[in-house]
């Protein structure tokens, strides 16, 4: 079975820090992908990556930046929290550059900035 | 830009009935379309992912449509549980990298 794990399912952390996601996925896929997900707004592509080192930024990206320095593991960073960013926060990888297959979600971290 | 729409927002139907959701999308370019459900707090479980250029898939009591010059997929379920009560989502895959688009979702509660 395809597993994408994410470091924690809960976080409370106070606005201006530098908080960290983590997710790591364990069927060698070329692409990973960060997803916010609000109430009334849906699923939002914050960044995604399609290879090691490689990203690209998704449709709100403003206030995020990632790292990807081994395929297994895509990082999340919020530079400086703010009470805007709490949420939840979904982890996703597929196959298939080229020709991209199904989308593997971890748990979620459900975050929380005060 | 990629819209996807899914109608009906929520669902409530008794307990064995057979059931259909509907997702529509703008852009008729693309590669997939899968379907996924999420319980309560959950990350997302993917059902079916049909290529574009497939017309259906099947897994169990669940088959998915797509036609893709009408921008339409319909997912049907067979026979609803009380444990099929979950939202379903619908998302569009446009580019190579996977890059995909969602829709709201439609909430569904089946009634024992």
């Known amino acids: 079975d395809v597993k994408v794990t994410q470091s924690s399912r809960y976080l409370v952390k106070r606005t201006g820090e530098k908080v960290f996601l983590e997710c790591v996925q364990d069927?060698?896929?070329?692409?990973m992908f960060w997803y916010r997900q609000d109430p009334g707004l849906g699923l939002r592509l914050i960044y995604f990556?399609?290879?090691?080192?490689?990203?690209e930024k998704g449709d709100i990206p403003e206030g995020y930046s990632v790292s990807r320095e081994k395929k297994e593991r895509f990082s999340l960073i919020l530079e400086s929290a703010s009470t805007n960013q709490t949420s939840m926060y979904l982890c996703?990888?597929?196959?298939?550059?080229?020709?991209?297959?199904?989308?593997?979600f971890g748990p979620g971290t459900r975050l929380l900035v005060l | 830009k990629q819209e996807v729409t899914q109608i009906p927002a929520a669902l409530s139907v008794p307990e064995g009935e057979n059931l259909v959701l509907n997702c529509s999308f703008t852009d008729s370019a693309i590669y997939n379309l899968q379907w996924f459900r999420q319980d309560p707090g959950k990350g997302l479980t993917s059902l079916l992912l049909?290529?574009?250029?497939?017309r259906e898939q099947t897994s169990g009591r669940l088959n998915a449509s797509l036609d893709k010059s009408s921008g339409r997929s319909t997912l049907y379920i067979a026979a609803s549980q009380p444990g099929d009560s979950a939202t379903y989502l619908c998302?569009?895959?446009?580019?190579?990298?996977?890059?995909?688009?969602f829709g709201d979702g439609t909430t569904l509660t089946v009634k024992p």
């Open positions: 990556s399609y290879d090691v080192k490689m990203k």
């Open positions: 996703a990888s597929s196959s298939g550059v080229g020709a991209p297959g199904t989308q593997y």
């Open positions: 069927m060698d896929h070329e692409n």
């Open positions: 998302a569009v895959t446009n580019t190579n990298a996977g890059k995909s688009t």
């Open positions: 049909i290529q574009s250029s497939q």
